[in-house]
């Protein structure tokens, strides 16, 4: 099972693929970013976030997509922003046919560390560990992105043994 996670942004979406046989097997992991340029009018940034994403989806064959649901406590044109790249980000996901999940970051947090509460640092140190990293990946976006994929890999497989 090829699971793909997305941390939505506009500046920096991440993106984080596993590949699976159950929740104990995975054979292997990728991940990246699609940046936007910050001058670039926002239909553009919009439609490159569509193109990038969707030439992803088409080389990969994800059989499940997780896209983080936000949580902006403050500034509101950021996450009006934001807001509209994940809408494009799902558009793009449900053209394809796929299953998508949408986690609150709390449980994913609580998926992953067993602690809703977790700061990031504890999130990428689980990462690193049930994938057998070296390292943390680079940059923060794409390791939130693994670490959606990986809640859909065990919340998929939770729904399969019930």
């Known amino acids: 099972m090829r699971i793909l996670g997305i941390d939505p942004g506009l500046a920096t979406t991440g993106i984080g693929l596993i590949e ?3 929740s104990t097997a995975i054979a292997h992991a ?6 936007t340029p910050p001058r670039t009018p926002l239909y553009e940034r919009l439609l490159e976030i569509q193109r990038d994403l969707a030439a ?12 983080e649901q936000l949580f902006f406590a403050t500034n ?3 996450a009006i922003d934001v807001a509209q790249a994940r809408g494009v980000i799902l558009a793009t996901v449900a053209q394809h ?5 949408e986690p609150t970051p709390l449980q994913m ?4 560390t067993g602690d809703g509460s977790a700061d990031k640092k504890q999130v ?11 390292e943390t990946p680079q940059p923060d976006d794409a390791a939130d992105a693994l670490a959606l994929a990986l809640f859909g890999l065990y919340q998929h497989t939770f729904t399969l043994v019930r």
């Open 76 to 78: 509101a044109r950021t």
């Open 30 to 35: 990728d991940w990246l970013t699609i940046t």
């Open 109 to 112: 947090k609580s998926c992953i």
């Open 56 to 67: 992803y989806i088409d080389a990969n064959q994800p059989d499940l997509a997780v896209v």
């Open 20 to 22: 699976a046989e159950s």
């Open 97 to 101: 046919a796929i299953p998508i999940m």
């Open 124 to 134: 990428q140190d689980m990462i690193v560990r049930t994938l057998k990293l070296t």
